[in-house]
């Protein structure tokens, strides 16, 4: 593929791909649960990450900087303003049985309001664009390629943290318990399933985990109230690459929509010319082309024990 | 303390109202009427404002007789001079640009919606619908926003000035765009009503309520959905026209996914599927973001160091949120739909008694 | 005489299962023909595949001699096929006499650019207004006219059912459990209704009905399904006395 594209710019970009496609997976996971326990497309999720981001931000102004305690307080944030999201919005009017626009304008609504608290306090504390102050060492250079310290965190760590979510999900009774919510919340509850217990807990780790992504992606890039609002999409779009119910296919999804927006526009734009403006665009074209023609997103390519059933 | 000119403040709000109620009528024709989630309505409305950028900057100069100038990059300053000249000497080009903006506004923002309708007809999921207006919006604001000579990407076009910018005095010229702008939401607000007791309004209450069964009862239920997502996306357009013009720019930056949420919660704070409602929410909207820019000047004046837009946009998250759980009919719910053939029904009975 | 409505080896498919297998029937005009079987034998999906609301995967359904095999629910109601549900499909948030409305073919105010003009279309409304007095006071419903559909009795909902059909002039009614849910006095009253449609309007039924005791007085043939298949025919003394048919339908 990369025929005309400078080896050194090809590396790069694929570099990029999987620390960005490592982030995009850890969120996009929680969108594919939330939809597939919760039947909910929740527009508000990557503001769990930015809020997660501004927990590590604002531990590691605070002069501590073990990189552990950092992720721990992104999780709790992100855990915490989920959960809260939960209990406060979305469980009352799921009581009621709304339609499917009124949960996205709530879930918008819920974005909106989370975001616009962090604009105020960032504004407020003047915490504009700073990075989580961990000491920035360069571990590998070749010529524009450069590996850092943190770049040997931020991969290995949503690594681990995909794997660990996906043997959860696989092999504990808490991830039995969420399928048999996915499949069919009634016979669920008539089984004997505690329901609500079990989707706070969903709640929990899907807004923590999303908090942990924030606060991973603010080691790289600064931390700002609309990096979260910005992702939204491109998350999204992995999900829905997913079927909004594959797990192994979100994770695919995500490093297919990193790797377009990272790689392919290179390629197009050292090749054909195309604007690296319209990067934006391709997350976009993505979901649009998959609702319309593979709805299933990459599922049927990859049948795995790790798939929610619908 | 900062003086407030009331009528000035008035005549501001009445033409965002004017505005604001195009949109909304619009919105509650597809969703309240017709059951669409228009989560895309950013993107009808920049086709108005677009269309606008397009016509100012080319059609405009042709109008008046004299050659156009390249409205981007170095010659910028000209093309805003001689836009500005014409509009304020000419007001028969200015007029005709007016309407012909209007015209070309409603014809491809109709256009543009009867395809999109057809094209999405083959989605799996209703709510895929909802999905692929919001996104598709965006792409296109991508798009235009990356095509440089379209309507200058990032800086946009300037100096879009409304039809009466030839009248020296500024608040006679303020009331009269206010008067068009009224006049123009008055126009859609008389037809979405007809529309809505006429059979047609009856079909398409019948396609919200049951998909399946309307089909079954003989009814072309993709052409039905199509037609009001042309009248919908065209009635946007207009409002978008007018939204250009108000502030005086074209500017891709102002056709995000928040405008639609507005739009949305103006439906919302209404009465979803009551004109009447979206008219009500066109004017809480318009007053809220007025006060809301009075709000911050009087904040940042007392030296507060609170960003005023950004304690909107919670509040506007509230709102919309307690509407959702506690009002979800809106402060004007939907009256039920009794068309004129009750009348024939109540005569015939009163006649055989 | 070729019949109103035939049938030629129709099959469905959901997936692995085959819910309709290579059906073939005749509904001669003029008759009122009753579908029976179990459960899950596949009668509604049969109704669902003339009505053009289900795909069907082959076979032929021929109407009036005419190929409707691939035509959309629309164009079959169109072409004269009506047809009710198991459970009321009304718009229950519209008056009765808007449900009854809505169905009327060809009406010029469902056109966008007509609509708004009322002038235009108000006669043509006032002459469907009073087709639907007419056909209100047949099912007893005309002082009910203004009524939310959501407020009628369950019987009533069906004879809504019933009469918004017939406001689309139908030559054809499939129904699918006229009586479902309603009392035995009022069910005997609704298939005497049915039986006036015919007799009154000329027009042919295709009836699927659980209650064979009331099937059987009116019903002049009877096609028997069991898991897909067609597995008995004949008239209703036949078909009552039926040994298979029996064994199948009541197990003994």
């Known amino acids: 593929m990369g025929d005309n594209l400078p080896p050194a710019l090809l590396t790069t970009s694929l570099v990029n791909t999987i620390q960005i496609g490592s ?264 979901i649009i082309v998959v609702l319309l023609f593979r709805p299933q997103g990459l599922t049927k390519l990859i049948r795995r024990a790790g798939d929610l059933g619908r | 303390m900062i003086n407030i000119d009331i009528g000035a403040t008035a005549i501001s709000i009445l033409t965002l109202f004017g505005i604001y109620s195009l949109m909304s009528i619009s919105l509650n024709l597809e969703y309240g009427v017709a059951g669409l989630p228009n989560f895309g309505k950013a993107l009808f409305i920049s086709i108005g404002a677009y269309t606008a950028g397009i016509t100012y900057t080319r059609l405009l100069p042709l109008l008046a007789g004299v050659e156009a100038i390249h409205p981007c990059g170095p010659t910028m300053g000209g093309a805003l001079q001689l836009r500005s000249e014409i509009m304020a000497s000419n007001p028969t080009a200015g007029f005709i640009n007016f309407g012909l903006t209007l015209l070309f506004a409603a014809a491809i923002a109709g256009a543009v919606g009867f395809a999109v309708s057809y094209v999405t007809l083959r989605l799996k999921e209703e709510w895929f619908l909802a999905l692929v207006l919001l996104v598709g919006g965006e792409t296109v604001r991508i798009l235009v926003r990356g095509a440089d000579d379209f309507i200058c990407s990032h800086n946009g076009i300037s100096g879009v000035a409304q039809p009466f910018f030839f009248v020296a005095d500024p608040r006679s010229r303020a009331l009269l765009f206010m008067l068009l702008s009224l006049a123009l939401a008055l126009l859609a607000y008389l037809y979405s009503q007809r529309l809505n007791h006429s059979p047609f309004g009856r079909m398409l209450k019948g396609l919200r309520e049951n998909e399946e069964v309307t089909r079954g009862l003989g009814k072309n239920i993709s052409l039905a959905r199509a037609q009001i997502m042309a009248v919908g996306s065209l009635i946007a357009a207009i409002g978008g026209v007018l939204f250009a013009l108000n502030t005086g720019f074209v500017n891709t930056n102002d056709f995000v996914v928040n405008l639609t949420l507005d739009v949305w919660v103006m439906v919302v704070l209404g009465g979803i599927g009551n004109n009447r409602g979206a008219l009500l929410g ?10 809301a820019q009075i709000g911050a000047i009087v904040l940042n004046m007392g030296g507060s160091d609170i960003e005023f837009n950004y304690v909107r946009f919670i509040g506007f998250g509230l709102i919309l949120l307690w509407m959702l759980r506690y009002r979800p009919a809106g402060l004007l719910p939907e009256s039920r739909l009794t068309t004129d053939a009750h009348d024939v029904v109540r005569r015939v009975i009163g006649a055989s008694k | 005489m070729t019949p109103l409505l035939e049938m030629k080896n129709l099959r469905k498919d959901f997936g692995g299962l085959r819910a309709v297998d290579n059906v073939s029937l005749q509904v001669p005009e003029g008759a009122i023909i009753g579908l029976i079987g179990p459960n899950g034998s596949g009668k509604s999906t049969l109704i669902n595949l003339i009505a053009g609301s289900t795909d069907l995967s082959s076979g032929q359904v021929l109407f009036a001699s005419q190929d409707i095999s691939d035509l959309p629910a629309d164009e079959v109601f169109k072409l004269g096929i009506a047809r009710g549900y198991q459970e009321p499909a009304l718009y229950f948030k519209m008056t009765v006499l808007d449900n009854l409305l809505l169905p009327v073919k060809d009406q010029r105010g469902e056109r966008p650019w007509y609509a708004p003009w009322r002038r235009s279309w108000q006669h043509e409304e006032a002459a469907h207004a009073e087709a639907a007095v007419q056909v209100l006071e047949q099912v007893q419903l005309l002082h009910h006219y203004d009524t939310l559909a959501s407020d009628l009795s369950g019987g009533q909902m069906k004879l809504l059912e019933i009469a918004r059909c017939l406001m689309g002039k139908p030559q054809l009614l499939l129904l699918d459990e006229p009586t479902a849910g309603v009392a035995p006095k009022l069910a005997y009253e609704i298939f005497q209704q049915i039986a006036r449609l015919r007799d009154d309007f000329g027009i042919t039924l295709l009836i699927v009905e659980h209650r064979l005791e009331i099937l059987f007085d009116f019903a002049d043939y009877v096609y028997v399904m069991h898991l897909g298949k067609l597995l008995a025919q004949g008239a209703v003394d036949e078909i009552a006395n039926d040994a298979i048919v029996r064994e199948v339908y009541f197990g003994d």
Not at chain 1, 215 to 244: D, E, K, N, R, Y
């Open chain 1, 23 to 286: 982030l995009y997976a850890l969120m996009a996971l929680g969108i594919t649960l939330t939809f597939s326990v919760m039947k909910l497309p929740n527009f508000a999720h990557a503001e769990y990450a930015t809020a997660g981001a501004y927990a590590a931000l604002i531990v590691s102004l605070s002069g501590v900087l073990n990189p552990l305690v950092i992720m721990i307080a992104a999780f709790v944030v992100g855990a915490l303003s989920a959960l809260i999201s939960h209990l406060a919005v979305f469980k009352p009017l799921e009581r009621r049985d709304v339609s499917f626009y009124t949960l996205i304008l709530a879930s918008f609504a819920v974005g909106l309001i989370i975001r616009y608290i962090l604009f105020t306090m960032a504004d407020y504390f003047n915490l504009f664009d700073l990075r989580i102050a961990i000491p920035l060492r360069v571990l590998f250079r070749e010529g524009t390629l450069i590996l850092s310290n943190l770049f040997a965190w931020v991969v290995p760590t949503s690594l681990v943290l995909v794997f660990i979510l996906t043997l959860l999900l696989n092999r504990s009774p808490l991830g039995r318990e969420m399928r048999a919510l996915a499949n069919n919340v009634n016979l669920a509850r008539v089984i004997g399933i505690p329901v609500e217990r079990v989707k706070n807990y969903t709640w929990l780790l899907v807004g923590g985990l999303a908090g942990v992504a924030g606060a991973l992606w603010g080691l790289q890039t600064a931390v700002h109230p609309l990096m979260g609002w910005g992702a939204i999409i491109s998350v999204f779009a992995a999900a829905i690459l997913g079927g909004l119910s594959s797990f192994s296919g979100t994770i695919l999804g995500a490093y297919v929509v990193a790797f377009s927006e990272n790689t392919v526009i290179l390629f197009l734009n050292v090749n054909y010319g195309v604007d690296l403006a319209y990067k934006p665009a391709i997350p976009f074209i993505i």
């Open chain 2, 282 to 291: 066109a004017l809480l909207i318009a007053i809220m973001d007025r006060f």
